[in-house]
């Protein structure tokens, strides 16, 4: 779809074609829909959203990065040694294997499945690092620049490889610099997560956190060297490197990271990696990796007049293309780039963080990219069965609140206490985003085989806990509504589950699947208990108000992002309004997501300027390298405020495509071409 802002109405499908007769408005002379051209020069365009350096970065959230859907590094000055550039490396999916039990069950992931942290190099320089000028071009994803010490100059060129495993680093160091020398670092094999908690508390950590065993160097063909980490009961984690001379005083680092589970294979496999990167040609290397970024960026065009908002969006594209891989792992809270030995998330959070990570994919036309979070639920699809309690695994199906990489966690039910032990929406709110792939591409064999079959079991386990009441209608026993506290009747979920059963009769009407569970959706659906609303409008659940500052809105999910509420019925969206508001007027809890949130929820009603207001609230809470955090690293806020952008530009949903909903008054001059709908 390509159109520049003018005036269209709401579009509606007929069935699953879409039917769209628009007339774009090119040019004050020209009508002419024959006449459109797309000759972006994107070198130029992306060029001018380059990220520079003039100062030297010392952290994650100020510093270079670079990855390829599973591994990753950062460039900085160490913080503690002006002689010394550090590059810190990272694999996403590479996770400790213990087994749940002996303690462990109690504990959780974090302590038996936590990602590994794996180290950094650090290049020691003759003198001190006293200049540092860089940049990260969007369209190559490569660093270039110079590094100036009280020595000399060192000229830097780096990427992450687009299709390979493989880490680059190149430098081309002037006399006395030609003496600097790489060395290597690694972070001991222990739950970044206990170590982050046993910071905070002052508590010594629980048994089932012991670290594992010691890492150990190896070398290989007398060429290549790897740091070795075994894994427990089995698998490793092994750094390989190899530096070599390239042309006119170049000096080549290339570094691998693999993970092999259950296999002992992870030296092998690394090395392999980089002797073939060491056979190749630098610029046969260059041209494959250019390539796919060259490619990837054109699958859609969007330009807004607002140079913060532009930039910022194309920079998450960018982070889009370093972060997921179709045949990749899901992308979690820290992405490739960061293995800090204390962290508090080191893994994947199912009750906000994924969803939001990847919204952008899907108007965005990113669809390869989201394929490495379905991916990811169909190759653990039995874990996603295993994590309920046995007498439920016959139908049901749940995401805990966080997980490893392999989402196994046993997870709660509705009534079963406090906290996390109530918290069962996750699964249902991933199969959201699988239903938003699914509806982009309508390709059915995905909804036969993954969207359907994993949307019923997530809706069965709701169904599970129905309860009729003296009024004759269905009501939930209380679950969490997530991060602020428990209610019957909880609006998260109650927005789940009635979402769940309208797209499961949807699916299978189009599947033309006689599914015996049809007469039952179709009964909640007609006596489920309507929201709970007090004065203040939408709760958290029956007999518990919303009057605590919380991030999340997972109460107004009615309204945004599952669009169950008519926003062609002034009453409804007072309704909405009033809830937003509220929401927002509380204020000590909320952070980035939070605005990232108003500002699609307020484009869900057609209100420009109100969701713009939003979005802006969002930029005092985005590091200088677009990255984010909450205490410690965390991906999601600055993708949704992506996504928000393009809920204000294309919206689809109830069988209506909405075109430019949402434009504020200083956004009128605005152009997307190929967004999906």
Not at 110 to 129: C, D, Q, W
Not at 423 to 428: A, M, Q, R, T
Request: with cysteine; proline share 6%.
């Amino acid at each position: 779809m390509s159109l520049r802002r003018s005036f269209f109405p709401a579009l509606r499908t007929l069935g699953s074609v879409l039917v769209l007769v628009v007339t774009p408005l090119l040019s004050a002379q020209s009508n002419d829909s024959s006449a459109i051209e797309n000759k972006i020069n994107w070198s130029t365009f992306l060029g001018s959203k380059d990220m520079t350096w003039t100062k030297a970065p010392t952290n994650w959230d100020n510093a270079p990065f670079l990855g390829n859907g599973v591994i990753g590094m950062q460039l900085m000055r160490d913080a503690k040694d002006k002689n010394a550039l550090r590059v810190e490396v990272a694999r996403m999916d590479a996770q400790e294997h213990l087994p749940f039990g002996e303690g462990a069950e109690s504990i959780g992931w974090s302590y038996a499945r936590y990602r590994m942290p794996i180290g950094f190099f650090s290049l020691k320089t003759v003198g001190e690092i006293k200049d540092w000028n860089l940049r990260l071009s969007l369209w190559d994803a490569e660093v270039q620049g110079t590094v100036t010490t009280s020595k000399g100059k060192i000229a830097l060129r780096a990427y992450a490889h687009a299709t390979q495993p493989l880490l680059v680093v190149e430098i081309t160091p002037d006399s006395p610099e030609a003496e600097a020398q790489w060395s290597w670092n690694a972070y001991a094999s222990e739950s970044p997560r206990a170590r982050s908690w046993a910071k905070d508390t002052g508590k010594k950590e629980a048994p089932a956190a012991t670290p594992g065993p010691l890492g150990s160097e190896v070398k290989v063909d007398g060429q290549i060297t790897a740091w070795l980490q075994p894994l427990r009961p089995r698998g490793q984690v092994a750094t390989a490197w190899q530096e070599v001379n390239g042309t006119e005083g170049a000096r080549i680092f290339y570094i691998s990271i693999a993970h092999t589970y259950p296999e002992n294979s992870a030296v092998d496999t690394a090395a392999a990696t980089v002797r073939h990167a060491a056979a190749t040609s630098p610029a046969a290397l260059t041209d494959t990796h250019r390539t796919w970024w060259h490619d990837f960026y054109p699958n859609a065009f969007l330009s807004i007049p607002d140079s913060y908002w532009e930039t910022f969006y194309w920079i998450q594209m960018y982070k889009i293309g370093s972060g997921m891989r179709s045949d990749g792992t899901v992308l979690d809270l820290q992405g490739p780039w960061t293995g800090l030995p204390v962290n508090a998330w080191p893994g994947v959070w199912w009750n906000l963080n994924v969803q939001l990570t990847y919204w952008p994919c899907y108007t965005g036309n990113r669809l390869e990219a989201a394929k490495s979070l379905s991916n990811t639920l169909l190759k653990y699809r039995q874990n996603l069965i295993d994590n309920v309690p046995e007498k439920y695994r016959a139908d049901s199906a749940a995401l805990p609140r966080a997980s490893g990489h392999d989402i196994r966690q046993n997870t709660g039910w509705p009534g079963n206490g406090k906290g996390a032990s109530a918290e069962v929406g996750s699964l249902p709110w991933a199969c959201h985003n699988l239903f938003l792939q699914y509806r982009m591409t309508m390709d059915d064999d995905f909804l036969r085989d993954e969207v359907f079959p994993i949307l019923r079991r997530a809706t069965n386990y709701y169904i599970h806990f129905l309860e009729k009441g003296e009024d004759g209608k269905l009501h939930l026993p209380p679950t969490l509504s997530p991060e602020y506290g428990i209610a019957p009747d909880c609006n998260y979920d109650l927005a789940l589950l009635r979402w769940g059963c309208q797209t499961l009769l949807w699916c299978a009407a189009r599947l033309k699947i006689n599914d015996p569970l049809t007469p039952q959706w179709k009964d909640i659906l007609a006596n489920l208990v309507d929201y709970p609303v007090d004065k203040n409008g939408y709760m958290i659940g029956r007999g518990v108000p919303f009057k605590n500052s919380h991030r999340h809105y997972s109460h107004l999910f009615m309204v945004y992002p599952l669009h169950l509420v008519d926003t062609s019925k002034p009453e409804e969206v007072a309704l909405a309004d009033k809830s937003i508001r509220h929401w927002h007027s509380l204020k000590g809890g909320l952070q980035g997501y939070s605005f990232s949130g108003g500002a699609s929820l307020y484009a869900t009603l057609g209100w420009g300027n109100e969701a713009l207001e939003m979005l802006d609230g969002l930029k005092r809470y985005i590091r200088p390298n677009t990255l984010y955090r909450e205490t410690w690293p965390v991906m999601e806020t600055p993708l949704s405020g992506a996504a928000s952008i393009h809920d204000m530009l294309l919206q689809s949903h109830n069988e209506v495509v909405h075109v430019f909903p949402a434009i504020p008054d200083k956004w009128q001059n605005t152009v997307f071409h190929d967004l999906r709908a």
